[in-house]
């Protein structure tokens, strides 16, 4: 009894899963993607394992799993010039379990439906892309968001913010990081007392404008068990909700938290 092996098929199936394991592994780790890297990463993978099914060594599984390992390493090296020891750890971590995650939904769809492999491969690959999709918006979902205190000549108002990496204002004259409070929610702190400043922004839709500012006495910001403390805060007032459900009153920038 013997088997039939196409070397050329071989090659081709596994630079086809390689390039969408490559894809997924940059998605998940948000790394800077360049695709003729990563197909000439897909291709250094395929030829590799080529390499060790005709190798006279491929009975030995020791001599495998390091090849394979090895290939994986030089994949991620090439696909996105990692050479930090932690970050080349951490790649090489997701792609295992990419890779084995999409290995074992391709066998099963291949399995199931009898499609042919470029289709397989890519119904696996959505497969799993969604999937990722909903870990990362529950993930967003769990924490992104904060319970906030902002406090003002002894009002305080306690309201739900949202970190914003596309938040990018900042105050003129000081250069500190600017969070946008709603109106609604700015009433409770605001008095004849309060100096009002105007803070200049830019966003999509609306070419230019002008917000009034203030400088509070502190916020707290926590979620779960963490407090992180800011003294002398800057927010801009919004006259429209910042969130049209109300989930949130408050867009936090990015830079205000510990990272």
């Given at each position: 009894m013997y088997y039939e092996f196409y070397i050329d098929i071989f090659f081709l199936e596994n630079m086809m899963l390689d390039y969408i394991v490559l894809a997924l592994t940059g998605s998940i780790l948000k790394w800077k993607r360049d695709f003729r890297l990563q197909f000439l990463a897909a291709f250094t993978g395929a030829l590799g394992a080529c390499m060790l099914m005709v190798s006279p060594f491929r009975g030995i599984p020791a001599v495998?799993?390091?090849?394979?390992?090895?290939t994986a390493v030089l994949m991620v090296r090439?696909?996105?010039?990692i050479s930090q020891k932690h970050l080349l750890a951490k790649g090489l971590l997701c792609?295992?379990?990419?890779?084995?995650l999409t290995g074992g939904i391709f066998q099963a769809v291949s399995a199931q439906f009898s499609f042919s492999v470029p289709t397989a491969?890519?119904?696996s690959a959505g497969v799993l892309t969604v999937f990722l999709r909903g870990y990362?918006?529950?993930?967003?979902?769990?924490q992104n968001f904060y319970d906030v205190t902002l406090g003002f000549h002894g009002k305080t108002v306690c309201v739900r913010a949202l970190r914003d990496t596309g938040n990018q204002l900042k105050d003129p004259?000081?250069?500190?990081?600017?969070?946008?409070?709603?109106?609604?929610a700015a009433r409770g702190l605001l008095d004849?007392?309060?100096?009002?400043f105007y803070i200049p922004f830019h966003s999509i839709g609306k070419s230019s404008g002008l917000l009034p500012g203030m400088t509070l006495d502190y916020m707290n910001i926590r979620r779960e068990k963490d407090l992180q403390r800011l003294e002398r805060p800057v927010?801009?007032?919004s006259k429209e909700p910042v969130n049209r459900d109300g989930k949130y009153q408050l867009i936090l920038h990015p830079q205000l938290l510990d990272e």
């Amino acid at each position: 009894m013997y088997y039939e092996f196409y070397i050329d098929i071989f090659f081709l199936e596994n630079m086809m899963l390689d390039y969408i394991v490559l894809a997924l592994t940059g998605s998940i780790l948000k790394w800077k993607r360049d695709f003729r890297l990563q197909f000439l990463a897909a291709f250094t993978g395929a030829l590799g394992a080529c390499m060790l099914m005709v190798s006279p060594f491929r009975g030995i599984p020791a001599v495998m799993i390091a090849g394979y390992v090895l290939t994986a390493v030089l994949m991620v090296r090439i696909a996105y010039g990692i050479s930090q020891k932690h970050l080349l750890a951490k790649g090489l971590l997701c792609f295992s379990c990419t890779a084995f995650l999409t290995g074992g939904i391709f066998q099963a769809v291949s399995a199931q439906f009898s499609f042919s492999v470029p289709t397989a491969a890519f119904v696996s690959a959505g497969v799993l892309t969604v999937f990722l999709r909903g870990y990362q918006g529950v993930k967003f979902k769990t924490q992104n968001f904060y319970d906030v205190t902002l406090g003002f000549h002894g009002k305080t108002v306690c309201v739900r913010a949202l970190r914003d990496t596309g938040n990018q204002l900042k105050d003129p004259l000081t250069g500190k990081p600017v969070s946008i409070l709603a109106y609604d929610a700015a009433r409770g702190l605001l008095d004849k007392d309060a100096k009002m400043f105007y803070i200049p922004f830019h966003s999509i839709g609306k070419s230019s404008g002008l917000l009034p500012g203030m400088t509070l006495d502190y916020m707290n910001i926590r979620r779960e068990k963490d407090l992180q403390r800011l003294e002398r805060p800057v927010i801009a007032v919004s006259k429209e909700p910042v969130n049209r459900d109300g989930k949130y009153q408050l867009i936090l920038h990015p830079q205000l938290l510990d990272e």
